[in-house]
């Protein structure tokens, strides 16, 4: 069993910064991809970024290619993201999950784990 905890979000001006967190708890978190997924409102959740087991491999969604970092430290059994050039367009719910591999995490099946999610505003 892994439990995920996100934290991090709050409130920010256009063309600033956050980082999210995502601790887990549980023995096997270095074996999971993990991701993030955010859903604004009337919207569906969507993935945002998501790294494999290892860290070595990324993958990004396009809105966020360039502002945005997914990275994880297995021995804190955490996984981050930071936001940067944030836009209202970014505000949403974050959430992070855990799959098999880092490509059950990007098409959004087969996520074992869900974190409970985090806020994050942007204003203009």
């Known amino acids: 069993q892994v439990q995920l905890v996100e934290s991090g979000g709050g409130l920010v001006q256009a063309g600033g910064s956050l980082r999210l967190s995502c601790a887990a708890s549980g023995r096997t978190f270095s074996s999971y991809a993990m991701g993030w997924f955010r859903q604004a409102p009337g919207k569906e959740r969507v993935i945002v970024a998501a790294?494999?087991?290892?860290?070595?491999?990324?993958y990004y969604a396009d809105s966020v290619k360039g502002r945005f970092t997914i990275s994880r430290d297995n021995a804190k059994k955490t996984v981050y993201l930071q936001m940067n050039s944030l836009k209202p367009e970014d505000t949403a719910v974050y959430y992070c999950?855990?799959?098999?591999?880092?490509?059950?995490?990007?098409?959004?099946?087969?996520?074992?784990?869900w974190g409970q999610g985090t806020q994050v505003t942007v204003s203009s």
């Open positions: 999950a855990a799959a098999g591999n880092i490509w059950l995490v990007v098409g959004g099946t087969g996520l074992d784990y």
């Open positions: 790294v494999e087991w290892s860290g070595s491999r990324t």
